[in-house]
């Protein structure tokens, strides 16, 4: 992804406590933080580099490194961000409690890009994926434009951030794997049909938004291109610095010479355009 | 505050330095990376990423994983090359009153020489380290740092085309680092850069596949802390040339620990990737290990163990 020639706010790496940090579905908690420094320049798309300690110090521990989060909403001087538990450090993340210190790097990466004869912005959102896609949502929203709410998850139960999207109009479709709620299936069968039906829904200058699992990414991606639908994805990896110099996060990108490059998902990341990325 | 305060300026190996800590190669970009947290004047150097005489596109993905305390990564020294690098990474760091050294890499003997050739005649490079040790590549690279006659070839072969002060990155991927270090110093070295990465694995055993794409990768961090201080120590006990210490450090503690081994410098490598204040964090603690133990250089620490 191209990003645009408007400098990028500047970083802050900030010792905070944490406010409230409580579960919000299965496996997914919801944690905020006073971040005012962030907070003020976070843009849709960026994301935190956040240090994982009991005591938020920078000494070594067994969890060395810090753990990327997408910043999920902005409230004020509050930033808070939606996470699953996948692994050792977001096992102990959901176990702090408020008033612990949390070391929290950020504002990073690029953004994503929003042109203004938008209708309507499409959103797909897979399992932890939505939480990518929220500040996005809410500023498309809050510019009036139409968007279509496409969330997945496995059940019920792990489902996330569907009231906070319609509470702020977000047309929502959701897709479960078990049939729970919504569609039994894929998101990518929901937007198939939507894509099927253009005059119905009125796609009159459509944008795919998507974050999730690779296998929907690369799905979404295939049907975009079937549909001739540009489409902007919010990649992750595992990161090292988030910073830019580890090279560790990259991701293959097709060159306009018909070669390709590793890109940073941290620096020239995370938001990529779909018909660029080497799966 | 102290009205004659300690001061912590050294020269080792022919580059004169405000303080004994560097950045170690690969964990500090080109330097601009870190300007919102560090201002690079208070660096004692800045080693530069691995550059290699055209530009590398480096691995597959996945590059790296955590392993506790530290992290693997097999990134393949990704690159903008030499020609990059002097166009449009070094007039950034010529606005600093900071030494930067180079680290350069290859897989023949010639291209060595040939960013060597470029690096001497570019203004700007207080000095040039030869990575002969990473365990990334496969060819060149760590294949020239595991054999004392190689490493001695390409030494003194580099030696032959700049006056510039020379490092010499180690592996520790040896059986005996003395006899390389041997070589290296007899091939005309300035100094000695005592440790790149140790050669590791992990495995992903629900999938039974191999953490990264490239199966093997170099170990850094806390982890291999003990395993860096005993080469410094070996080494400083085989050779005559100043040694910087690398392998581990997170803070001023740490890189006292090194001193005492041998080292008469210090590189902070994986902490960076924490802690975009690092370096500063360790000159810091250094500072405060002299001011409390009376000391008024650093030269009084070095390779002081006391057996």
């Known amino acids: ?279 | 505050m102290n009205s004659n305060p300690t001061s912590l300026e050294v020269h080792v190996a022919g580059i004169r330095m405000k303080n004994p800590v560097m950045t170690a190669s690969g964990t500090f970009g080109y330097g601009s990376e870190y300007a919102d947290f560090i201002d690079l004047n208070q660096l004692g150097a800045i080693v530069v990423k691995g550059i290699t005489s055209v530009p590398w596109s480096g691995n597959p993905m996945p590059r790296i994983t955590e392993t506790p305390p530290g992290m693997l990564n097999a990134i393949g020294l990704q690159n903008v090359g030499v020609d990059g690098f002097i166009e449009k990474k070094l007039p950034y760091l010529r606005n600093f009153d900071v030494p930067v050294i180079v680290n350069i890499c290859g897989e023949r003997l010639e291209e060595y020489l040939e960013v060597t050739e470029k690096l001497d005649a570019a203004d700007g490079v207080a000095a040039i380290e030869l990575n002969i040790s990473c365990p990334n590549l496969h060819c060149g690279g760590m294949s020239f740092g595991v054999d004392p006659e190689l490493t001695y070839e390409l030494v003194n072969s580099v030696r032959e085309k700049t006056a510039l002060p020379l490092l010499v990155k180690l592996s520790p991927n040896v059986t005996d680092i003395t006899v390389i270090a041997r070589a290296a110093e007899a091939a005309g070295t300035d100094g000695l850069s005592v440790i790149n990465t140790l050669l590791g694995m992990a495995i992903d055993i629900k999938t039974r596949r191999p953490m990264l794409a490239n199966i093997t990768g170099g170990l850094s961090g806390p982890a291999i802390k003990p395993v860096a201080l005993r080469l410094v120590w070996q080494v400083y006990n085989a050779v005559n040339i100043p040694i910087i210490g690398m392998g581990g450090i997170m803070t001023g503690d740490d890189a006292i620990a090194f001193f005492i081994a041998g080292a008469s410098a210090v590189a902070v490598g994986t902490a960076n990737f924490v802690n975009p204040r690092a370096p500063l964090d360790v000159i810091d603690g250094v500072h405060t290990y002299l001011k409390q133990y009376k000391l008024d250089s650093i030269k009084e620490l070095v390779g002081s163990l006391q057996t």
């Open chain 1, 1 to 279: 992804m191209q990003t645009s020639t408007a400098a990028f706010p500047k970083k802050f790496d900030l010792l905070t406590p944490i406010i409230s940090n409580e579960q919000v579905a299965q496996d997914h908690y919801l944690l905020r933080c006073a971040c005012p420094e962030i907070a003020r320049g976070a843009l849709p798309g960026q994301f935190i580099h956040v240090l994982i300690s009991q005591a938020g110090v920078l000494q070594a521990a067994s969890l060395l490194l810090r753990r990327p989060f997408t910043i999920f909403t902005v409230e004020g001087e509050q930033i808070s961000m939606l996470y699953q538990i996948i692994g050792e450090g977001t096992e102990v993340l959901s176990h702090l409690k408020p008033g612990d210190p949390l070391r929290v790097l950020g504002p990073l990466g690029n953004t994503f890009h929003i042109p203004l004869d938008l209708h309507p912005a499409i959103i797909v959102g897979g399992g932890a994926g939505i939480a990518s896609l929220m500040l996005l949502a809410i500023a498309l929203r809050k510019s009036g434009v139409r968007t279509l709410g496409l969330v997945a998850s496995m059940n019920r139960a792990r489902l996330l951030s569907v009231a906070e999207l319609k509470r702020i109009g977000v047309e929502m479709h959701i897709a479960t794997d078990d049939g729970s709620v919504g569609h039994h299936g894929f998101v990518t069968e929901i937007l198939t049909q939507i894509l099927e039906q253009p005059h119905a829904h009125e796609l009159s200058q459509p944008m795919i938004y998507a974050c999730g699992p690779d296998g929907m990414l690369r799905a979404v991606t295939k049907i975009a291109q079937d549909y001739r639908i540009p489409t902007q994805l919010a990649m992750e990896n595992r990161m090292g610095c988030a910073m830019g110099v580890c090279l560790g996060c990259v991701c293959k990108v097709r060159m306009p010479d018909g070669g390709f490059e590793y890109q940073r998902v941290c620096t020239e990341g995370p938001v990529f355009n779909a018909a660029e990325i080497v799966w």
